[in-house]
């Protein structure tokens, strides 16, 4: 695997791919089964066909139950809370946090992709005392800035369009929602383009009207190539299957949960970021901040 600087996307995928490997085991060990296509022996699941016959709500209330079983045995969410399943064996506890900061990476990337402004906030105030602990002073301040603003010295409307300001669809498709720092990365590259084109002639005032009249170049650019017959490469790309991988992993986790049998502990894969590891060390001021802007 390559650098996260130079490829972040592939480094994306992985960490998604380990994760989700995590989360399926985690909740095979508290379900009772030994591969995926096997029967939960769970004591809420006793009767898969009858419960299938309840109501919507009810089915929503045990797949709540069955969830919170898992999440509390093997995750640590709400780390200033003391958990009925604390282990003191270390390696769980790094297994724990692992799968905790990974749930919540996925949580906040899901919050951009749907454009709920509320749920980025949620991650946000999460992530303050993570930078804090962790010495990203410059990434701490940013996330107090953004807090003290929405809660405090921001007008209503001003706090409202900063929450839900956050995030551009450039294709209106439902959750397809990307940050618009990345939107101005996706402009500035099509500015460049277009710059690149002047040669001779880039001059300050040609670089002036080419940034006004930055939002009809890309109509522009789809019109001409329509026209004159130039193929448009898809910016569509097919997702490869990740199954087999996904399979691999977890027959390596269920493998460690055999070999070390003690207490709720299960192995994770050594090369997952290891660099991650300051950023689950619990802050002292995590309980602090979180009263201040709850």
């Given at each position: 695997?390559?650098?996260?600087?130079?490829?972040?996307?592939?480094?994306d995928?992985?960490?998604?791919?380990?994760?989700?490997?995590?989360?399926?085991?985690?909740?095979?060990?508290?379900?009772?089964?030994?591969?995926?296509?096997?029967?939960?022996s769970?004591?809420?699941?006793?009767?898969?066909?009858?419960?299938?016959?309840?109501?919507?709500?009810?089915?929503?209330?045990i797949?709540?139950?069955?969830?919170?079983?898992?999440?509390?045995?093997f995750?640590s969410?709400?780390?200033?809370?003391?958990?009925?399943?604390?282990?003191n064996?270390?390696?769980f506890?790094?297994?724990?946090?692992?799968?905790?900061?990974?749930?919540?990476?996925l949580?906040?990337?899901?919050?951009?992709?749907?454009?709920?402004?509320?749920r980025?906030?949620?991650?946000?105030?999460y992530?303050?005392?993570?930078?804090?602990?962790?010495?990203?002073?410059?990434?701490?301040l940013?996330s107090?800035?953004?807090?003290?603003q929405?809660?405090?010295?921001l007008?209503?409307?001003?706090s409202?369009?900063?929450?839900?300001?956050?995030?551009?669809?450039?294709?209106g498709?439902?959750?397809?929602?990307?940050?618009?720092?990345?939107?101005?990365?996706?402009?500035?590259?099509?500015?460049?383009?277009?710059?690149?084109?002047?040669g001779?002639?880039k001059?300050?005032k040609?670089?002036?009207?080419?940034?006004?009249?930055?939002?009809?170049?890309?109509?522009?650019?789809?019109?001409?190539?329509?026209?004159?017959?130039?193929?448009?490469?898809?910016?569509?790309?097919r997702?490869?299957?990740?199954?087999?991988?996904?399979?691999?992993?977890?027959?390596?986790?269920q493998?460690?949960?055999?070999?070390?049998?003690?207490?709720?502990?299960?192995?994770f894969?050594?090369?997952?970021i290891?660099?991650?590891?300051?950023?689950?060390?619990?802050?002292k001021?995590t309980?602090?901040?979180?009263?201040?802007?709850?």
């Amino acid at each position: 695997m390559s650098d996260p600087l130079k490829n972040f996307n592939a480094c994306d995928d992985f960490f998604v791919l380990v994760i989700n490997s995590h989360i399926i085991t985690a909740a095979m060990e508290e379900l009772g089964m030994t591969n995926v296509k096997d029967i939960p022996s769970h004591q809420l699941l006793q009767n898969p066909e009858e419960i299938w016959m309840e109501s919507k709500k009810r089915r929503k209330e045990i797949l709540h139950k069955v969830c919170i079983a898992v999440v509390e045995k093997f995750a640590s969410i709400q780390l200033n809370i003391t958990s009925k399943y604390q282990s003191n064996d270390k390696v769980f506890m790094y297994a724990s946090n692992l799968l905790s900061l990974g749930c919540f990476y996925l949580e906040f990337s899901d919050g951009i992709r749907e454009g709920d402004g509320n749920r980025v906030l949620r991650c946000w105030r999460y992530l303050l005392p993570m930078f804090f602990s962790s010495g990203r002073r410059n990434y701490a301040l940013e996330s107090l800035h953004f807090l003290v603003q929405h809660a405090f010295t921001l007008s209503p409307r001003q706090s409202a369009e900063l929450l839900w300001s956050r995030f551009i669809n450039s294709r209106g498709l439902p959750g397809h929602n990307i940050p618009n720092d990345l939107h101005m990365e996706h402009l500035n590259r099509l500015i460049k383009m277009s710059l690149n084109g002047l040669g001779a002639n880039k001059t300050p005032k040609a670089i002036t009207t080419a940034g006004r009249v930055l939002g009809l170049l890309g109509p522009i650019m789809d019109t001409f190539d329509a026209e004159t017959t130039v193929g448009n490469t898809s910016g569509n790309h097919r997702i490869a299957s990740m199954d087999t991988d996904l399979s691999l992993l977890l027959k390596e986790l269920q493998h460690h949960l055999k070999k070390f049998q003690v207490e709720l502990t299960f192995l994770f894969l050594s090369h997952v970021i290891h660099s991650m590891k300051r950023v689950l060390m619990q802050s002292k001021h995590t309980l602090l901040i979180a009263l201040v802007f709850d």
